[in-house]
């Protein structure tokens, strides 16, 4: 069974402020990808990175997917209160399938 | 564009009765796919329909949960009879094909008491 694993559960940050969460695993996975969801609603797709060693850029938001293709990280500089939700990484096993793996999320708040 | 829509929204029920959840995919979206979101084990697929065909349904807990797709714009999962471990959010996800970036609904908040 694949597990992907977060860090941290929580996090409350002041506005302005630069983090970063972070998703690992002990099994490879072909592609990672991060949501954000937001209360009362459904998980949001910010991002899906592919190539081990890749960075993606969102506007403040920073992805990196490991070399191994094992672990991703996400950035955030400059936190804003429209930034607190819950950030949830996916991996993807190959092309072709359907099956994501979910990891339980990071909450972020950012408290303006 | 309307996205991913989920009926009802919120249910509160006691435990033994009968409970419905609706979804309608994105049209043209033939990928549609019943997660579970809990605190204790995050997010969940209970189902994989591709096509309007069950393609997985290895993550339904037990054969009190059932989900079918009549046609490719609707699909139900039914849980009869419920319990409070139940109690969860549900979403449902379409996507273009299996492989494509999943949309997601905003989900049925589900309470058994």
């Known amino acids: 069974t694949q597990l992907l694993e977060q860090s941290p559960q929580f996090l409350s940050i002041q506005e302005g402020e630069n983090l970063t969460v972070y998703c690992n695993s002990s099994s490879v996975f072909s592609s990672l990808q991060w949501y954000r969801q937001e209360p009362g609603e459904g998980p949001v797709l910010l991002v899906t990175?592919?190539?081990?060693?890749e960075v993606k850029k969102l506007k403040r938001l920073t992805f990196q997917f490991g070399d191994a293709r094992k672990d991703s990280s996400l950035h955030i500089t400059a936190a804003q209160p429209g930034d607190t939700g819950l950030y949830l990484c996916?991996?993807?096993?190959?092309?072709?399938?359907?099956?994501?793996?979910f990891g339980k999320g990071t909450k972020l708040s950012v408290i303006p | 564009d309307a996205g991913v829509i989920q009926s009802p929204r919120h249910e509160v029920t006691e435990m033994g009765q009968e409970v419905t959840l609706r979804c309608k995919p994105i049209s043209g979206h033939n990928s549609l796919f019943w997660y579970r979101q809990t605190m204790m084990r995050g997010l969940e697929l209970l189902i994989y329909f591709n096509n309007n065909v069950p393609i997985d349904d290895s993550g339904m807990p037990e054969d009190r949960f059932s989900a079918k797709m009549p046609n490719a714009s609707f699909s139900t999962l039914k849980i009869q009879p419920s319990e409070p471990r139940d109690s969860a959010v549900y979403f449902c996800?379409?996507?273009?094909?299996?492989?494509?970036?999943?949309?997601f609904g905003d989900g049925t908040r589900l309470s058994i008491l």
């Open positions: 996916a991996g993807g096993p190959g092309a072709g399938s359907y099956q994501l793996t």
């Open positions: 990175v592919v190539t081990g060693g």
């Open positions: 996800a379409s996507s273009s094909t299996g492989n494509q970036p999943q949309h």
